[in-house]
């Protein structure tokens, strides 16, 4: 729990008696608790909702979790971009899965990364893109492993390329993925074949071109090239598939999820033929390269073994998300919540609900809770809204085309503690036959309830059993003045009083000053 306090105990004490005896009236002083921002979150629960590292000024702020691409079975490779690419002897897995990375060595390929920067602004999913920069040689190379779809001698049937591509100009030659190889003799014929799969941007189109990849029966040399029909502006993002279907042959590439072109990979060129499935040679340098001579951004890059959804995903598609903040404890039972504040962002119609609860629990509260109360940032709750403990849940709404996210930077709570009475002053005893007289000055709180008295035979040590009204402490009520009965003349006693207020579970006050008596018998 992290809070701005404006005073300590001890010196908001002193203010308090000041103002007691100065004007009685003006006793309440609101304090702030800040979540968020510099100071942090503390412990959350999430629920769709992700704590990114920068947002608001740098700090961390709250949104909903997009629809990032996860790994599942037919993953071959997954990159994310989402940070700064480690040394390559760092192994950093999102999951089990091989593939789901940010950047790392894993079971599929190995990933060595040249020149390349992640950008947080610039981005489709997650928390980040790749930035190339071709004046500085960017440069992402994958080395495939056992088991990976580009591993030599790889027989391929149905597969899937894909990535959003943000281009920072469109003219120039950029290759967007190469690879190249060589099959073995007797792997496609008797003589060595070279191997070649391009996808390249070149005056404002897309081109992708397969050399030697797709295998037909009569061992010949086949390649196969589709290309962009529409002419990609610079500094926008779409998304780019490659498709390839091994019942029918069909090689197909959209934009955005619109056909651009189809080819098929069979001895016809269209649906009925026979088909040419891919074979990957076991020689050549076999490697991977992603974003040569690329300027602009990469996101969501991924590589699967079967033939994917040509609709890609809004980034909050069907997303609504929760995030339960931990109690925040506002010191005493009957701490008064004056007012919560926020900032907060909600683009185009995309939204913020907030809710609250306050009370006497520490114990975090589930969203299925029924006692939830909407409240909205800035308004001043009624007087009577008192606890020790408050509990937040904002619920995330995207907007209605599910590209936007609202994002939550900070919380102020403002609140007015409960404090304990001032200690009663003026304390004075007056002896009298088996008993002594008490008096003191009125507290002036108007919660206070009433008042003990403590009484022993050493200072400050009131564990004094003679009194007929009881063992100490004595509950006296509201009163002051009270003749302590029942004690032994010619015995020293001494004795404190304390105030005690209202609240559910009554705060007593410090002791008074100790006064001492000793009873007699001799009329005064």
């Known amino acids: 729990m992290n809070r701005y306090r404006r005073f300590n105990i001890s010196a ?39 704590l990114l590292e920068r947002g608001f000024q740098g700090f961390s702020d709250i949104m909903l979790v997009d629809a990032a691409y996860s790994w599942d079975k037919e993953t071959d490779l997954l990159l994310h971009f989402d940070s700064a690419p480690p040394s ?27 020149g390349i920067v992640p950008e947080s602004n610039t981005r489709v999913f997650g928390s980040g893109s790749a930035m190339f920069d071709r004046s500085s040689s960017s440069i992402l ?26 281009p920072a100009e469109t003219e120039s030659s950029q290759k967007i993925l190469s690879w190249e190889g060589v099959t073995l003799p007797g792997e496609w014929g008797e003589t060595p074949k070279s191997q070649a799969i391009r996808c390249e941007l ?23 090239e589709l290309r962009g029909r529409r002419e990609l502006m610079p500094r926008r993002w779409h998304h ?24 098929y990979a069979n001895n016809q060129d269209r649906e009925n033929g026979t088909v040419f499935l891919p074979f990957l040679g076991s020689a050549g340098n076999r490697q991977l390269t992603i974003g040569e001579n690329l300027s602009g951004f990469l996101d969501e890059f991924r590589i699967s073994s079967v033939f994917r959804d040509s609709d890609p995903p809004a980034p909050y598609e069907n997303r609504e998300g929760t995030v339960l903040i931990n109690p925040v404890d506002l010191e005493f039972a009957a701490s008064r919540l004056v007012r ?14 907030f809710y609250y609860q306050l009370g006497d629990s520490p114990f975090m509260y589930l969203p299925d809770n029924e006692h939830w109360k909407a409240f909205t940032p800035g308004d001043i709750f009624s007087p009577d809204t008192r606890g020790r403990y408050l509990h937040l849940m904002a619920t995330f709404y995207p907007d209605g085309k ?26 004075s005893a007056r002896p009298q036959d088996g008993a002594v007289l008490l008096t003191w000055s009125p507290v002036p709180d108007p919660d206070l309830e009433g008042y003990k008295i403590y009484y022993g035979s ?67």
């Open 88 to 114: 390559p002897s760092l192994v950093r897995k999102k999951s089990d899965g091989p593939g789901e990375i940010l950047w790392t060595r894993q079971n599929y390929y190995t990933i060595t990364p040249k």
């Open 402 to 427: 599910e590209r936007q996210s609202p994002v939550l930077s900070d919380i102020t709570i403002t609140y007015e503690p409960d404090l304990p009475p001032a200690p009663p002053s003026g304390l």
């Open 458 to 524: 050493a200072p400050g040590r009131y564990f004094g059993q003679d009194s007929e009204e009881g063992p100490s402490p004595i509950d006296v009520g509201n009163t002051t003045e009270f003749i302590v009965s029942g004690l032994q003349n010619g015995r020293l006693y001494y004795f404190s009083v304390v105030a005690y207020d209202a609240s559910p579970r009554p705060y007593q006050t410090l002791f008074s000053t100790e006064v001492s008596a000793r009873p007699h018998g001799r009329s005064q």
């Open 340 to 353: 919560i504040d926020s900032s907060f962002e909600t683009p185009d119609d995309s939204d913020i609900f």
């Open 240 to 263: 780019h598939m490659l498709r390839f279907d091994s019942r029918t042959g069909l090689v197909e590439y959209l934009i955005d999820g619109r056909v651009e072109d189809i080819r």
């Open 12 to 50: 908001r004490l002193l203010v308090v008696l000041s103002l007691f005896f100065t004007f009685p009236g003006l006793y309440a002083l609101e304090e702030e608790i800040v979540l968020g921002r510099e100071k942090g979150w503390g412990p959350l629960q999430h629920y769709n909702t992700l």
């Open 202 to 224: 070149s005056r404002t189109r897309l081109t992708w071109r397969f050399d030697s990849v797709f295998r037909p029966h009569d061992t010949a040399p086949f390649s196969l």
């Open 141 to 166: 190379q994958l080395v495939p492993g056992p088991g990976s779809l580009f591993s030599p001698g790889t027989d391929w049937r149905d597969f899937t390329i894909e990535f959003w591509l943000y």
